[in-house]
């Protein structure tokens, strides 16, 4: 059954580090995402990717997150100056054509000290 | 309000028990409603969507009742391997794009 894989699964970084946490979604889906989630606390969206632009944003991605597709498997989420409160569980999500279901990947735990 | 809100649980329940988990959401214009569960420190596993009609897949059973802005899921003869937390999933527009999840509810099935 195809599924969506995460690297690297636990990352530790200092605080002002930038981090790229990579993401290979299900080969034929067409939607993209990144969601995280702060240890005890809810899932939140944080941007959707659709035809290599972002689609939608929450106020949480401000100017320090980008994404990107760099190829027709990878897609990237950075941080460019991580603060201690990135540190979470970042989920990657990915959907296909003619359905909102999505799945999600394992999740890369985002330590910052 | 809250844009997504579950029962805060947690529920303990023996094996073999019916247990029904309730959702209400406050936009209206919610389209899309899911059922995921979650295991401890690991990803939202979808468990099923949401119909208008409801729906049943084994053991659970999904409503929406759109008037009433709440969903609900019904797990019966539970099992062990029930145990999860139980997250409740609406889309608030139609074109498939951010997924706004509830608190969820932590269900521990006991033997």
């Known amino acids: 059954e195809p599924e969506v894989t995460q690297t690297p699964s636990h990352q530790v970084t200092q605080m002002g580090q930038e981090v790229i946490l990579r993401c290979v979604p299900i080969?034929?889906?067409?939607?993209f995402y990144w969601y995280r989630q702060i240890l005890g606390q809810k899932v939140e969206f944080l941007v959707s990717?659709?035809?290599?632009?972002?689609?939608?944003k929450s106020e949480i991605f401000d100017d320090q997150f980008s994404v990107e597709r760099p190829d027709g498997s990878n897609f990237t989420l950075k941080i460019r100056s991580t603060k201690l409160e990135d540190s979470a569980m970042y989920f990657c999500?990915?959907?296909?054509?003619?359905?909102?279901?999505?799945?999600f990947g394992p999740g890369t735990r985002l330590t910052v000290t | 309000r809250k844009e997504v809100e579950q029962d805060p649980g947690p529920f303990n329940v023996p094996e073999g028990a019916t247990v029904a988990f309730n959702c209400t959401y406050s936009?209206?214009?919610?389209?899309?409603f899911f059922w995921y569960r979650q295991d401890c420190r690991k990803e939202p596993k979808l468990l099923m969507s949401?119909?208008?009609s409801g729906n049943e897949d084994g053991r659970f059973t999904a409503q929406l009742n759109r008037a009433s802005q709440y969903i609900s899921l019904l797990i019966r003869d539970s099992k062990l391997s029930d145990s999860a937390t139980y997250l409740c999933v609406v889309i608030r527009d139609n074109y498939g794009q951010n997924f706004v999840f509830g608190p969820g509810t932590r269900l521990s099935v006991l033997p």
């Open positions: 936009n209206s214009a919610s389209q899309s």
């Open positions: 949401v119909y208008s």
């Open positions: 080969s034929n889906h067409l939607y």
């Open positions: 990717f659709y035809n290599n632009e972002i689609s939608e």
């Open positions: 999500a990915s959907g296909g054509v003619g359905t909102y279901e999505q799945y």
